[in-house]
């Protein structure tokens, strides 16, 4: 057994930078499942949401709310932009560098549904790229890669650390704070652009230990992904293509979004999503991102990644255009915590990033607000951390004995990406989730290991919020 006085579960952006305002005095450790950039963090690629200054944040606060349709949490929303230019200084004074132009001035671009340009990015294309590997070099704490929390350690409703198996070996990992940073759960679906790493376990987790989870059904597509790839992460053809001038067209060149949202490609991302869905259904037509607008060299300079990645997957960019489709994206649900991370009814519990839902992003999430969600509220949490001293734990704690994986879970996990794929995501029918919920419900009381156990559990959670929301809101669309 080992003692820290903070355990982190995750090393995206979130863990990283809690981890970065927790001082070496405290003894922290930082735990992540697979190798450190296996995370969505170094996937994001558009960008991080900043209001300019200080005339831009009621705007961009009320492009927040709007894109939220009507469910954000205010307050938390008031947060997330009054602290998002000290969090941008804060990441510049420590010496990352934001695209900047020739004169020295930072680059804002803009996404759908942001009404100004207000979106700054690194390396074109690979902001989180680079933002993780800038945190990655300033963190001061150890980390533990490749080894999977399979347990809260949790007694008298306080948290006393995690139960990890690290190369087949189980550990229990003390400490009195811990924080859950393990964001979404891509891989619970068919089609998706996250991390193989990410599979909602800790989510899992607090349904077996009645942690409360929130918005479960507010689960967010991309519209504009090329599935065609062979991996179960598909290639993301990132919002900032849209926002710089690429096009949605048909088979025959025709840009039929216009028919859905007056604002065509720079509508919210649900909209154009369902609209490709609807679109492809009705008229039996492969759809397409088109990037005719663009000169060559500025969209080598600008795109440098999807560039590389597209042509490597024989596509000529920009002169080619690419067949796309919707993919899973976001969790814009998750633990529920208040604006310090807290989860209030576990002493020394706190969820940051994506795993956690703040009622920052309502029922939709405004584009590039998510790196900056990682940013602000994982400072809040460290800084909770600090002023909160931690009760002792008891010696014993109940941890599960479940073996992690049984024969057949593979077919089953299989099966599961293809139901919620099918019956959860972009389009719902009432029949279709109480479908998915009976087949979801049957799988449970098979014999399966825990890590199947615990995607079902999160997968059944995301049905039973979906069932119970009767009306469509945001990114919940029920037909
Ligand atoms: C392709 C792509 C592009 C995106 N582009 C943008 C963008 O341009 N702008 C934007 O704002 N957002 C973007 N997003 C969303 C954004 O990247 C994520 O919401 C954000 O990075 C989440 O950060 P996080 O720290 O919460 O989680 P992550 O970065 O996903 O990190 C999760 C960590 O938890 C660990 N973990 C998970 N489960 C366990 C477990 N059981 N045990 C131990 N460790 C575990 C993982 O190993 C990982 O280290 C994009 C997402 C994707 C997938």
């Known amino acids: 057994m080992m003692q820290y006085d903070v355990v982190i579960v995750g090393a995206g952006i979130a863990g990283l930078y809690a981890a970065l305002h927790l001082p070496t005095s405290k003894k922290v450790l930082i735990i992540n499942k697979a190798q450190p950039w296996e995370c969505n963090t170094f996937y994001a690629q558009g960008g991080i949401t900043t209001a300019r200054n ?89 980390m533990l890669s490749e080894a999977t929390v399979i347990d809260l350690l949790i007694e008298e409703e306080q948290a006393c650390g995690v139960l990890v198996d690290y190369k087949g070996t189980r550990r229990q990992i003390r400490a009195g704070h811990v924080i859950i940073a393990s964001g979404g759960v891509g891989s619970l679906y068919e089609f998706h652009t996250n991390a193989y790493s990410i599979s909602g376990d800790i989510q899992g987790i607090c349904v077996e230990k009645n942690i409360k989870l929130e918005m479960m059904e507010m689960m967010q597509f991309h519209p504009t992904v090329y599935v065609g790839n062979t991996s179960v992460q598909k290639q993301l053809l990132s919002e900032a293509l849209r926002g710089e001038g690429a096009i949605v067209e048909d088979e025959n060149g025709y840009r039929f979004l216009f ?30 991102l088109s990037f005719k607008k663009f000169d060559n060299e500025y969209f080598q300079k600008r795109f440098p990644n999807i560039y590389l990645n597209l042509n490597a997957l024989g596509f000529n960019l920009p002169r080619q255009r690419v067949p796309i489709s919707p993919a899973f994206h976001y969790a814009i649900g998750g633990i529920k915590t208040n604006l310090d991370g807290e989860v209030e009814s576990v002493k020394g519990l706190y969820a940051i990033g994506e795993v956690a839902s703040t009622g920052v992003h309502g029922a939709n999430r405004l584009a590039s607000n998510s790196l900056l969600e990682g940013l602000v509220f994982a400072r809040r949490a460290a800084k909770k951390v600090l002023a909160f001293k931690a009760t002792e734990c008891p010696q014993i704690v109940q941890v599960t004995e479940e073996v992690l994986i049984r024969e057949g879970d593979k077919a089953k996990k299989d099966r599961l990406r293809r139901i919620m794929w099918d019956k959860v995501s972009i389009v719902r029918t009432h029949d279709g989730l109480r479908e998915a919920k009976e087949e979801i419900d049957a799988m449970l009381v098979k014999k399966i290991g825990r890590l199947l156990k615990l995607r079902l559990l999160t997968a059944r959670e995301i049905v039973k919020s979906a069932l119970a929301r009767k009306t469509s809101i945001g990114v919940h669309y029920i037909s």
């Open 259 to 288: 028919d859905y949202d007056e604002h065509g490609e720079l509508a919210p991302r649900d909209i154009v999503s369902r609209a490709i869905f609807d679109y492809s259904q009705k008229h039996h037509q492969q759809v397409y």
């Open 54 to 142: 200080d005339a831009d944040i009621p705007v961009h606060i009320s492009d927040t709310m709007n894109a939220g349709a009507g469910m954000c949490n205010a307050e938390a929303v008031s947060v997330l932009s009054h602290q998002s230019q000290d969090v941008i200084d804060d990441l510049i004074t420590r010496g990352f560098e934001f695209d900047r132009d020739d004169a020295g001035h930072l680059l804002y671009t803009k996404e759908a549904a942001h009404s100004e340009n207000r979106i700054l990015h690194a390396g074109g294309d690979a902001t989180g790229r680079h933002i993780h590997h800038f945190l990655l070099g300033k963190n001061p704490h150890p």
